[in-house]
């Protein structure tokens, strides 16, 4: 048995007896003993070292050295950077495993987002034009457990929090409201006294949810989104030039051919919304290069497209958002039956991100789809006039604790969604969170906070490993 002494040097003591009373009753299952340590010294220099080069490899020295600059802010910025570090480490930490949790089930299989950080998270509008309050980002979704999400957003939470130099006692109360709204809402689901098709909007929502789905749903407007990336000339609406916009770039003339001729393919075969097969609507105005955009897809090929939308008028055009899939970053780390069942449920990866989109969110994008062309596959999505995310900086204890709740309710909806017994889900994944949890839900909270701070942990330390070997050019090597 673990003693106080050796719990107290440890990072993280999940459920151990000898560390912290157990609730009358509980199984032998609930029990186990789960410890996870911080790694460091030249050892943990040389995993980072290794993971990141291998990571990155295929963006090329230039973009990838882009990356890391932008990963090198802060250590939430390299968190956001680094998600093939996660799994690694919990494969090899063996931390989402029945050894590595007392509330992990083989059958608690959800459709994952894959990455969910507190800046995965956003304000855009569904197929109805509600603006709504979502998770936005499926580059990394896959089937696997739910415990891979909802860990990692709670490591995010205690990241922000420190940013803000809020103290690790409020920061696990934040986790556990995080983990409370979660396990409540699938709860409600599971006893049917509330639905996963509710979506969060500025009606339900409160702190800075709400004002960001307000003032986006005010304030941004399709004109104001068109005019930011484009210009009009004889009635035809072309990109801006790399001057005008240094998010945009040319594209060459093999990559506009290469993507004019994917269009019918994309829009006959892989959209299925009612928007399908429409030759006019998405007749191709212009196409440019993507840049500069986001942090852990920073330097994937990435291109906008503008269509001519439902009227030949410049005012309506839409842009698609054309992006680049390959492997998500727990794929190295899967057994090769889970690899298995990741490749043989999808066509190929871009279909697996259009897919964990339309299982994820409720009245998801009629423009989803997917094309191939220049040897790549690539997800196709509306760029949404509304797309904002959270600014989390300046939170307190009140403010990150509302953020929080309604990223757990967020989540609880999205997993409830995807079940149904397709691609690996289970039938009822609220039904089996119900049963890992119920009436040992604040032993789950503390296992999560506690992961969370520990994983906080590793990832300051991770962070100043990081910038010594990125000053020593140690990366994109």
Request: charged share 20%.
């Amino acid at each position: 048995m673990t003693s106080p002494s050796r719990c107290a040097a440890l990072a993280v003591v999940l459920l151990s007896a000898a560390c912290a009373p157990m609730a009358a009753g509980l199984s032998a299952r609930r029990m186990l003993i789960t410890l996870y340590s911080v790694s460091s010294g030249s050892a943990r220099t040389t995993a980072i070292q290794s993971n990141l080069n291998s990571a990155n490899k295929a963006i090329g020295p230039t973009l990838c050295r882009q990356k890391m600059l932008q990963m090198n802010v802060s250590a939430f910025s390299f968190f956001r950077g680094s998600n093939e570090l996660y799994y690694q480490d919990l494969k090899n930490k063996s931390t989402i495993s029945a050894t590595g949790s007392s509330f992990y089930s083989a059958t608690a299989t959800p459709w994952l987002q894959g990455d969910f950080h507190a800046l995965n998270i956003g304000t855009y509008d569904n197929d109805a034009g509600t603006v709504i309050f979502d998770l936005n980002d499926f580059d990394e979704s896959f089937v696997g457990n739910f415990l891979y999400d909802v860990y990692r957003l709670a490591a995010s939470i205690v990241l922000v929090g420190r940013e803000n130099s809020m103290t690790d006692t409020d920061i696990r109360s934040c986790v556990k409201s995080f983990v409370n709204f979660y396990c409540d809402k699938m709860s409600g689901i599971k006893q049917g006294t509330i639905s996963d098709s509710t979506v969060l909007t500025a009606s339900n929502t409160y702190g800075r949810v709400d004002d960001l789905i307000i003032n986006a749903a005010a304030s941004d407007t399709r004109k104001k989104m068109l005019d930011k990336y484009s210009t009009v000339v004889n009635s035809k609406r072309t990109f801006m030039t790399n001057a005008q916009n240094p998010d945009l770039d040319a594209v060459n003339a093999t990559e506009r051919t290469a993507i004019t001729n994917a269009m019918t393919a994309y829009f006959t075969s892989t959209v299925t919304s009612s928007l399908k097969g429409n030759t006019a609507y998405f007749a191709v105005q212009d196409v440019a290069r993507r840049l500069n955009a986001g942090t852990g897809s920073l330097g994937k090929s990435r291109y906008y497209v503008i269509i001519q939308g439902a009227t030949s008028d410049a005012s309506d055009d839409r842009i698609l958002d054309v992006k680049l899939q390959g492997k998500p970053s727990v794929y190295p780390y899967l057994t090769s039956t889970a690899k298995a069942a990741v490749d043989n449920a999808v066509a190929n990866d871009a279909d697996r991100a259009v897919k964990a989109y339309k299982a994820l969110i409720k009245g998801a994008d009629n423009h989803l789809g997917y094309m191939s062309f220049l040897s790549g596959f690539y997800s196709v999505r509306e760029r949404s006039p509304f797309k904002e995310s959270l600014d989390t900086t300046g939170v307190d204890l009140s403010s990150l604790t509302n953020l929080a709740e309604q990223w757990g309710w967020a989540l609880a909806n999205a997993h409830a969604r995807s079940d149904g017994g397709l691609y690996g889900t289970p039938a009822s994944i609220e039904s089996i969170v119900y049963s890992l949890t119920n009436g040992v839900q604040d032993t789950f909270k503390t296992q999560v906070a506690d992961f969370a701070i520990a994983y906080g942990n590793q990832v300051s330390t991770d962070f100043s490993l990081f910038r010594a070997s990125l000053a020593g050019n140690k990366l994109c090597l």
